[in-house]
């Protein structure tokens, strides 16, 4: 509990300013500070990588780091701008590691996300469901509710949500 507190103090003095830079690949890192129902203190890191000629790529990442700063979870996503009149996001992946689950990382992950999306004036989100999750019936059933509860429709296998105009 204590070593909690003093590990929460120093992300909170490190990471209290927005923190936005490139990384040494030209890669441009964005920090937001969250504090999850467990009063524990997380880093959500956006990452757009750049290629070799340091152009950012579609391909982008959320990486969940704790008060550690050892990463324990991502959302990953590529925005797909081929058609300009119909732009989206691919929703890839988004997974954490067991003890960092239903303390609001997810959700709060998954809003910054849809923020983002927007941002890009892209005007849906897709992507297929993991088949890991169906391995077990307790992880299916919370991963289908984590997305209902956002706002997505699930539909064989693939999740959908239309954006607000």
Known sequence: MILNHIRNRKIREKYSKDN??????????????FEAKNKNLFIIRH????????????????????NKEKVIGNLKYVFENTDC????????????????????IGSKT????????NDYGALYIEGTLSDVDELSMDNQVLRDIFYQNAGYTIINHKIFKKLSD
Do not use: Q, W
């Not at 936005?20 to 500070?33: F, P, T």
């Not at 990452?47 to 704790?66: C, E």
């Not at 998954?110 to 999306?117: C, N, P, S, Y």
């Open 20 to 33: 936005v830079g490139c990384d040494s690949e030209g890669s441009l890192i964005e920090d937001v500070l």
């Open 47 to 66: 990452i757009r990588y750049a290629d070799g000629n340091d152009n950012l790529t579609t391909f982008r990442i959320y990486k969940i780091l704790n």
């Open 85 to 104: 009149s119909h732009p989206y996001m691919i929703l890839c992946d988004i997974c954490f590691d067991i003890p960092y689950r239903n303390i609001g």
């Open 110 to 117: 998954l809003k910054l996300f849809e923020k983002r999306t």
